[in-house]
T-cell receptor, first 110, second 112 residues
Framework: GQSLEQPSEVTAVEGAIVQINCTYQ??????LSWYQQHDGGAPTFLSY????GLEETGRFSSFLSRSDSYGYLLLQELQMKDSASYFC???????????FGTGTRLKVLA | DAGVTQSPTHLIKTRGQQVTLRCSPK?????VSWYQQALGQGPQFIFQ???????QRGNFPDRFSGHQFPNYSSELNVNALLLGDSALYLC???????????FGQGTRLTVV
């Protein structure tokens, strides 16, 4: 089957750095995406990795290791507004659909 | 740019009824996907439309059907509603060669 695993919850303080891991098992692989979703809101795109390595976008970075079927999202200089759910999503080769993980709820404390 | 817009935002239906949800994709996008998101879960793929055809379908029963119009907008229809159909229904659009999917705010469907 196809599945993605993420921690259910992570807590950190303002200004800290937090890493959210994602391991996946899919039939083929096109890329790993990360989305942020605030309560009651729409998922918003954060980053995408198709190749191994680190992608940096402002305070957010995302890493992929295809050989380990593993990726992570790194959030630096945490702010209260970063409190949200974070989803990793994979698109398998030969398919148009994204498979989402169950999400990691990030709580940022003052 | 209005982004992806969905209507209605909230809806309450009775078991056995039928519902139609609507989605207008982001300007320039021709591919529309529908997802169901239960509380505390990740979005689950229902189907994707491209060039007015259903291109791929997830593991959802035939009670779930859809349509895409020439202007790329889309509808999701659910027949014979069950209590378990209560969820947030999300529409996502993208240009076909673009990996980034833009999501709408969703329609919160409650079946009572």
């Amino acid at each position: 089957g196809q599945s993605l695993e993420q921690p259910s919850e992570v807590t950190a303080v303002e200004g800290a750095i937090v890493q959210i891991n994602c391991t996946y098992q899919t039939s083929g692989f096109y890329g790993l995406s990360w989305y942020q979703q605030h309560d009651g809101g729409a998922p918003t795109f954060l980053s995408y990795n198709a190749l191994d390595g680190l992608e940096e976008t402002g305070r957010f970075s995302s890493f992929l290791s295809r050989s380990d079927s593993y990726g992570y999202l790194l959030l630096q200089e945490l702010q209260m507004k970063d409190s949200a759910s974070y989803f990793c999503a994979v698109r398998g080769s030969g398919t148009y659909k994204y498979i989402f993980g169950t999400g990691t709820r990030l709580k940022v404390l003052a | 740019d209005a982004g992806v817009t969905q209507s209605p935002t909230h809806l309450i239906k009775t078991r056995g009824q039928q519902v139609t949800l609507r989605c207008s994709p982001k300007s320039g996008h021709d591919t529309v996907s529908w997802y169901q998101q239960a509380l505390g879960q990740g979005p689950q793929f229902i189907f994707q439309y491209y060039e007015e055809e259903e291109r791929q379908r997830g593991n959802f029963p035939d009670r779930f059907s859809g349509h895409q119009f020439p202007n790329y907008s889309s509808e999701l229809n659910v027949n014979a509603l069950l209590l378990g159909d209560s969820a947030l229904y999300l529409c996502a659009s993208r240009g076909d060669m673009n990996t980034e999917a833009f999501f709408g705010q969703g329609t919160r469907l409650t079946v009572v």
